[in-house]
């Protein structure tokens, strides 16, 4: 199974913007079950400088420099991703062993100092945006989790949680909105959810992450789906010892699997924010972002033709 994706986003500068500078994280990422098949990356002005690389997480990202003043700032990135379905399937089985994990078990085993478990153990602390945990966050989450429960199902019910107690309310929250804050409101969007879910399960001394990325909208039944219709995503994953990373998405209440596509991973969403940078110049500026995901299924004469 195949996703295009494409993600547009666009600056507009009320003054001229003399110098820019940007990080930029529109590639997705390589995993177990997906697969970079083709990527492609223009801008308007264009670029003195473009160099891609590799982050400390294991992201794409590319660094980005604009010489020439301008009024506006165009990125627009088109993916093509595969999707390995039947490592999907390998990995929901895992999930059912996983279950098998008590919290204290986990507790108990990221104590050790294995190499998964060290690497892991970044993402039990503090982060950019994730610095404290509000104790009534802390007492929030702890009525799903008991020492002898299933560390995955206590994930499971919190995800739920989060989801049937808060609302999506697009608009009442930006990347600096404190999680206290849409915690006390009850109210945001995904990556408030996802954020919530980290900095509780963090004050559990339990290992989660942030996951940025895509999901396939579907339309209405027997309408046409729009271009330009969906968003990006944004949900969280947790480290089960043995087992490794199992992701969860609050805003739907559902394990991801195949509708979801990674763009990259981190501590919170500074590590991961699909634009950072700076601009030399004075004004007010706007942004405008458009994101595309459509799946092609893939027949058995088309897999054999990718293949050779």
Not at 56 to 85: T, W
């Amino acid at each position: 199974m195949l996703y295009h994706i494409f993600h547009s986003t666009e600056f507009s500068y009320q003054q001229l913007v003399s110098f820019s500078h940007n990080l930029i994280r529109l590639k997705p990422k390589d995993t177990p079950f997906q697969t970079v098949i083709d990527f492609s990356l223009t801008t308007d002005p264009d670029v003195a400088e473009l160099e891609g690389y590799t982050d400390y997480f294991g992201n794409y990202l590319y660094h980005m420099l604009v010489r020439e003043p301008h009024h506006h700032l165009k990125v627009s990135a088109q993916s093509c991703i595969a999707m390995d379905l039947q490592a999907i399937e390998q990995h929901k089985i895992l999930s059912e062993h996983a279950k098998e994990v008590s919290y204290s078990q986990a507790l108990q085993a990221l104590s050790a100092s294995t190499s998964d478990v060290i690497d892991a153990k970044q993402y039990c602390m503090p982060s950019q945006f994730l610095k404290k945990t509000d104790p009534l966050l802390h007492d929030y989450v702890s009525s799903s989790f008991f020492l002898e429960r299933s560390v995955y199902e206590s994930v499971e019910e919190f995800m739920g949680r989060i989801f049937n107690d808060f609302q999506f309310v697009s608009g009442f929250s930006d990347v600096n909105t404190p999680v206290e804050t849409v915690f006390e409101a009850r109210k945001g969007v995904c990556q408030d959810f996802a954020h919530i879910a980290i900095s509780a399960l963090r004050s559990l001394g339990l290992a989660a992450r942030y996951v940025s990325g895509y999901i396939e909208t579907l339309p209405p039944e027997g309408e046409e789906k729009l271009f330009g219709v969906d968003a990006s995503h944004a949900w969280f994953s947790v480290f089960i010892p043995g087992f490794g990373w199992f992701d969860f998405d609050p805003t739907n209440n559902i394990v991801p699997y195949d509708q979801h596509i990674v763009l990259g991973y981190g501590r919170d969403y500074a590590d991961i924010a699909p634009m950072q940078g700076v601009v030399l110049g004075s004004g007010r500026s706007s942004v405008s972002v458009i994101v595309d995901v459509k799946r092609e299924e893939m027949t058995l004469q088309s897999q054999s033709q990718s293949q050779s």
